[in-house]
């Protein structure tokens, strides 16, 4: 199994992890680092920004929604395509999709 390695802190110490693609459900960009939320764990704060994890995640079933978002496409369990475009995900996390990519989105979906 892939496994991603990350630097981390908790309580201003720095760490290392490794985490499998397949359990990220989610990444969020937050002032100069991230946050990657995990299957049935607390988020955890990485010290790279979302430029670095999304490059990390780009070989895996990932796809950026908006600057501040990254989502696990394979930790979808709703699309709500209406005046606004909202994920909902595995871990009841919803989010609002960029026009751009919901327009893609609605057209990979549809075909």
């Not at 501040?68 to 979808?76: K, Q, R």
């Amino acid at each position: 199994m892939t496994r991603l390695i990350f630097t981390g802190i908790i309580a201003s110490k720095h760490f290392m992890f490794e985490l499998a693609p397949v359990d990220i459900v989610h990444a969020e960009a937050c002032a100069n680092h991230s946050q990657i939320f995990v299957s049935g764990k607390p988020p955890l704060i990485v010290l790279e920004d979302l430029i670095v994890v999304e490059d990390k995640l780009s070989k895996f079933q990932f796809l950026k929604i908006s600057n501040s978002t990254i989502i696990n496409l394979e930790h979808i369990t709703h699309i709500s395509f209406g005046n606004e475009t909202i994920v909902s995900l595995s871990d009841n996390y919803q989010v609002a999709v960029d026009k751009n990519v919901a327009q893609l989105m609605k057209k990979h979906l549809h075909k």
